[in-house]
């Protein structure tokens, strides 16, 4: 196991070096609104307990553009929202390899690096422990929670407004997100604004925070889950199927019997291994892969 765990593990930090070399853009010219200035320091490194390279302390949001070859755009983009419970960021399997594959397919990959909880030493540890503890979790979310939407709002409105940089259409921004990002990416689904409106919306292993009606012109849904998540957050993604479909639009729903949380890009020799090229597949579907 040694002789793939080292290698696996270069692959993670050279995946992560790749996103580095992208084009790093502030959500915001200073302290972003609703934060104070911090003073301790963002890291990043590779949890053991989440076996993969992770964000904790984030303070400034940032987006980190995946830009397709010009040969292969297609004019459609992305807002990409990893998990980590609001206590870290996936960089790598909900983040960079997810914008690379997208990169690859002709979109517009945006990775977004969004506000979360102060941690320790490792924050994938202190997520375990804290999330035993409801109350608390819950507390801890009250007050995060409102700042990471904030900046996934903020996500989509600049992808938008600066479409034309990038050569996209501003009516062909999507968004999806992972676990916590996936509450997110949800949230932005009932919460838009017609300048923060996806065309379409991914939630994986995800759901809705608190029940809100869907909009009148809500964009179509892809969903996918595993019905052995053991941080029991299927039934979030099964019923925003139902909720979607009760309201007249378009929404399409994979459900796997095996998985876990967080499967994301992971390779498990499992059938949601290849989530994303259903995904991709819906995709070509729905019209966003045609030039």
Partial sequence: MKTLFVPLIFAVLSMVAIAGAQDVVPLYPGVP?????????????????????IIANVTRP??????????????????????????????????????????AKGITAILLKYRIAHTGDDAAQEFA???????????????????????????????RQHASEWGIS??????????????????????????????????????????????????????????????????GSIALYPKWTAANKLAELHLYVKGGHGFGMKQQNLPTDHWIDRFTDWLQLEGFLKK
Avoid at 47 to 52: D, G, R
Avoid at 134 to 158: E, F, R, W
């Fill in 33 to 53: 609104p609703g934060s104070k200035q911090e003073n301790y320091p963002e890291k990043q490194y590779f949890s053991k307990v989440w076996n993969e390279e």
């Fill in 62 to 103: 940032t987006i980190t553009i995946f830009k397709p070859s010009p040969k292969l755009s297609n004019g459609t983009a992305m807002v990409i929202v990893p998990g980590g419970g609001l206590m870290a960021i996936s960089v790598a399997t909900e983040g960079a390899s997810v914008a690379k594959y997208l990169a």
């Fill in 129 to 159: 422990e804290l999330s035993a503890d409801k109350p608390k979790y819950d507390a801890m979310l009250a007050t995060v929670a409102p700042l990471a939407v904030a900046d996934t709002l903020t996500a989509m409105g600049y992808a």
């Fill in 170 to 235: 501003p009516d062909r921004v999507g968004i999806i997100g992972f676990s916590a990002g996936g509450f997110l990416a949800a949230e932005v689904a009932v919460h838009y604004t017609p300048e923060t409106r996806p065309a379409f919306v991914s939630v994986i292993y995800g759901g809705l925070q608190q029940d809100a009606p869907v909009p009148a012109d809500a964009p179509p849904m892809f969903l996918a889950a595993a019905s052995d998540d053991e941080l029991g957050l299927t039934p």
